[in-house]
T-cell receptor, first 111, second 111 residues
Framework: NAGVTQTPKFRVLKTGQSMTLLCAQDMNHEYMYWYRQDPGMGLRLIHYSVGEGTTAKGEVPDGYNVSRLKKQNFLLGLESAAPSQTSVYFC??????????FGPGTRLTVL | GQQLNQSPQSMFIQEGEDVSMNCTSSSIFNTWLWYKQDPGEGPVLLIALYKAGELTSNGRLTAQFGITRKDSFLNISASIPSDVGIYFC???????????FGKGTLLTVNP
C-alpha cells in the first residue's frame, strides 16, 4: 500500500495563478483532510470530507476550494493564488480521528 | 474553539539525555494523541491515549494521559539523533473525526 500520496511535491506560482493539489489514499478511508503548516502555527485545517461527494470548511478555508468526487481522492484548489498561501500543505485520511495518516506534503511558494 | 498549548516550543539537547514535553488544554479531552514530524515529512502517529491516568510506551517513548483530562505528557529516554523533529499533541475537536493540533515542540539532538 502506498498510503497517502500527494502531487506535486513542490510548486512555485505567480500571484493570481491557479492550481490544484491532488491527494490520493488507498486505505479505503472515509475521512480526508487538507491542512496547511506555517512556522510557529502548527497544523491548521483548511477543508475536510466525511465521505465521497461531501466537503466541509475547516479553520482556514478562505481562498481554497475542494472536491471529493471519488472516495480515494481529495482535491485542493487555489483559484487565484496569493503570497499568503505560501505554505506546506498536508493531506491526511482516516477511518477514525485518532488514526489520521498524513501524506508527505506539498511545498507551495507564491511569488 | 479548543486550543492546545505545547511546551516547550523548542529544545536543544545532547544525545543520551532524557526529554520531557507537555500539552495542556482549557477543556477536557477524551483522547490524547502524540505525533512526530521528521524534517521534510508528514506527521506520523506515535502514541494514542484513551483513558485518564493511562501510561503508554512505544519503545523509548512514554506518554501519559493526565488525571484532569486537560493535559498530557510525552517523555523520550536516552535520546538519539533520529529523535530530531517536531512533536505534536492532538485531540478530537468537537467530533470524532476532526483533530485539534498543538503548535508543536521542535526537538534538536546534538550528537
Amino acid at each position: 500500500n502506498a498510503g497517502v500520496t500527494q502531487t506535486p511535491k513542490f510548486r512555485v506560482l505567480k500571484t493570481g495563478q491557479s492550481m490544484t493539489l491532488l491527494c490520493a489514499q488507498d486505505m479505503n478511508h472515509e475521512y480526508m483532510y487538507w491542512y496547511r503548516q506555517d512556522p510557529g502555527m502548527g497544523l491548521r485545517l483548511i477543508h475536510y470530507s466525511v465521505g465521497e461527494g461531501t466537503t466541509a470548511k475547516g479553520e482556514v478555508p478562505d481562498g481554497y476550494n475542494v472536491s471529493r468526487l471519488k472516495k480515494q481522492n481529495f482535491l485542493l484548489g487555489l483559484e487565484s493564488a496569493a503570497p499568503s498561501q505560501t505554505s506546506v500543505y498536508f493531506c491526511a485520511s482516516s477511518s477514525l480521528a485518532d488514526t489520521q495518516y498524513f501524506g508527505p506534503g506539498t511545498r507551495l511558494t507564491v511569488l | 474553539g479548543q486550543q492546545l498549548n505545547q511546551s516547550p516550543q523548542s529544545m536543544f539537547i545532547q544525545e543520551g539525555e532524557d526529554v520531557s514535553m507537555n500539552c495542556t488544554s482549557s477543556s477536557i479531552f477524551n483522547t490524547w494523541l502524540w505525533y512526530k514530524q521528521d524534517p521534510g515529512e508528514g506527521p506520523v502517529l506515535l502514541i494514542a491515549l484513551y483513558k485518564a491516568g493511562e501510561l503508554t510506551s512505544n519503545g523509548r517513548l512514554t506518554a501519559q494521559f493526565g488525571i484532569t483530562r486537560k493535559d498530557s505528557f510525552l517523555n523520550i529516554s536516552a535520546s538519539i539523533p533520529s529523535d530530531v523533529g517536531i512533536y505534536f499533541c492532538a485531540g478530537p475537536s468537537g467530533s470524532n473525526y476532526k483533530l485539534t493540533f498543538g503548535k508543536g515542540t521542535l526537538l534538536t539532538v546534538n550528537p
